[in-house]
């Protein structure tokens, strides 16, 4: 069964970086065949997602994070990442990483615990 933990976080000036990191921290043999997702929560505000990879490698990203932020994976590691360029204030918010076992990128399953992003002006 997967199970995921969230790096990477921390506080960052505006149109400054970060990279999350995902591990699945049993390895499971099934992970190059899950959609993995990133999602966030502001406080007082509702999850939205961030972005997800298909096991075919193909990306989708909200608007609000397109040209800024690119997801990717590694395999070979059971690992998934969020590149963060150009943060905004507005990027603020816990960020967690989830993992759909049935790979549609539909029904995200398993979550980590999150990391927490904080981005000052």
């Known amino acids: 069964q997967v199970q995921l933990v969230e790096s990477g976080g921390g506080s960052v000036q505006a149109g400054g970086s970060l990279r999350l990191s995902c591990v699945d921290s049993r390895y499971t043999y099934r992970y190059s065949r899950y959609c993995m997702g990133w999602f966030r929560q502001a406080p007082g505000k509702e999850r939205e997602g961030v972005a997800t990879i298909g096991s075919d490698g193909r990306t989708s990203y909200a608007d609000s994070v397109k040209g800024r932020f690119t997801i990717s994976r590694d395999n070979a590691k059971s690992t998934l990442y969020l590149q963060m360029n150009s943060l905004k204030s507005e990027d603020t918010a816990l960020y967690s990483c989830?993992?759909?076992?049935?790979?549609?990128?539909?029904?995200?399953?398993?979550w980590g615990q999150g990391t927490q992003v904080t981005v000052s002006s």
């Open positions: 989830a993992a759909d076992a049935r790979g549609d990128c539909i029904a995200f399953g398993y």
